[in-house]
């Protein structure tokens, strides 16, 4: 770091923000994969580490988008800004196709539209006290623990112990079968993600009910992001944590339409921020989470573009539904393949049964990132070393089923050649 004797009179940072980690993982893979395809030019590497969608849009929704630019075009049906919150055309129609169609009771004024799921789980921060004792699950999606080190939630960084001192990490392992469960102390906000990225498991209705309870209990707050909803296979799964009765005084739901729809560029998501929802000021004072959160939004988001809108509210409909749900069948083919194979050639294989990842442990005692070279260097695949997401994840790797179903079963054939 820089310093220069007249730094006291120059703006000031937020200095959480120099307590972040570097992004190491991604760039990593990166390297790695680039230097090997330098030392050996004519590989043909396949690349199942990607959690990105291959797209294309659906045809309802590319119909949607083409219309919605037509309006543009044209004086009378020309849209300028939007309501901040969605326009209550989509927010009604996310209440009824995604909620009250599975008999979970929503009221369109609980439904905040949003560009993406990313966007809201930071944001929502703004709405939290920083004083506020955070629980994560571990492995873990990163963007959880970094924008609570950027609110000044996570305390220091404890080397030694590579944690984080004010998080409470909730180890998931072979041991739990990858599902959190309530901790014995007290966590005012909890972060679960079912299904779960990066290691492609669901936690079922008893294994959330637990959660809910806990959290009505203690007074808890869960972040509930299920950006991976639409790839849920199993009956006793979960598709929206209102299922579980009294989910809604005690959680918040992100969703996204990235994964389910090929909306990774387009950008659109949404958060259900319940009526029932409470939590309490400085003063001591009950204020309601959908008051504030409509506040922030208001004050710091000028709405979803109208063409994603469209879009995404073609996917609201029996027929995008259809279509969507038929390019995810395509996905889950891909993660039953990569797990049955790898299953066979004798490695532990998880997940990949309600997502669209599978979580697979190294074998003879390999680290993440020596199962990673093993892979690149021998088959020409690349994954995601575990032990990115999280101390948990040291010893794993995780295989994406977002891959061409054509290349993923050359990847797969590569590998199940050897003995592993
Ligand atoms: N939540 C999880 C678990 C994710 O894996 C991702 C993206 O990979 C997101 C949220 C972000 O989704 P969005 O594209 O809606 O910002």
């Given at each position: ?117 990313g966007s809201d789980l930071g944001n929502l921060s703004d709405i ?293």
């Amino acid at each position: 770091m820089r310093r220069f004797f007249y730094c006291t009179k120059m703006v000031r940072v937020n200095s959480n923000f120099c307590l972040l980690r570097a992004g190491y993982l991604f760039t990593e893979i990166v390297n790695r994969t680039a230097a090997y395809k330098q030392a050996h030019p004519e590989a043909d590497i396949i690349r199942l580490g990607i959690g990105d969608v291959p797209g294309p849009l659906v045809p309802c929704v590319i119909e949607a988008m083409h219309r919605a630019v037509e309006e543009q075009a044209d004086k009378r049906t020309f849209h300028g800004y939007g309501l901040e919150q969605g326009p209550a055309w989509m927010r009604e129609q996310i209440a009824a196709f995604d909620y009250q169609r599975l008999g979970i009771a929503m009221d369109a004024d609980e439904v905040f539209v949003s560009d993406g799921a990313g966007s809201d789980l930071g944001n929502l921060s703004d709405i939290l006290g920083t004083d506020n004792r955070v629980a994560i699950t571990d492995p873990v999606y990163p963007a959880y623990v970094d924008t609570n080190v950027m609110a000044g939630r996570a305390g220091e960084w404890q080397e030694e112990a590579g944690q984080w001192s004010r998080l409470l990490m909730l180890p998931c392992n072979a041991e739990n079968g990858f599902c959190p469960v309530p901790p014995a102390e007290k966590a005012d906000i909890i972060y679960l993600c079912s299904p779960n990225n990066p290691t492609g498991i669901a936690m079922n209705k008893v294994q959330l009910q637990a959660w809910v309870d806990y959290a009505r209990t203690n007074r808890s707050l869960i972040i509930f992001d299920s950006a991976y909803e639409a790839f849920i296979q199993s009956p006793d799964v979960p598709h929206s944590i209102y299922e579980i009765e009294g989910a809604k005084e005690c959680a918040i739901e992100v969703r996204s339409f990235s994964k389910t729809a090929g909306f990774t560029g387009i950008r659109c998501g949404y958060t259900i921020v319940p009526k029932a929802l409470y939590g309490v000021n400085d003063k001591g004072e009950e204020v309601s989470l959908n008051a504030l959160w409509y506040r922030r939004q208001c004050t710091k988001y000028n709405g979803t573009s109208i063409i994603s809108l469209r879009g995404a509210q073609a996917v609201l409909t029996e027929e995008g539904h259809e279509q969507v749900m038929a390019q995810i069948a395509g996905y889950m083919d891909n993660a039953r393949r990569i797990r049955e194979a790898l299953s066979e050639c004798g490695l532990a294989v998880y997940g990949g049964t309600d997502g669209p990842y599978v979580w697979v442990r190294a074998p003879r005692g390999m680290g993440s990132w020596a199962f990673f070279d093993w892979l690149l260097e021998e088959c020409q695949v690349v994954c995601t070393p575990g032990v990115g997401f999280g101390n948990e994840g040291e010893g794993y790797v995780r295989f994406s089923a977002f891959g061409d179903p054509k290349r993923t079963e050359e990847a797969i054939g590569r590998i199940v050649n050897y003995e592993l």
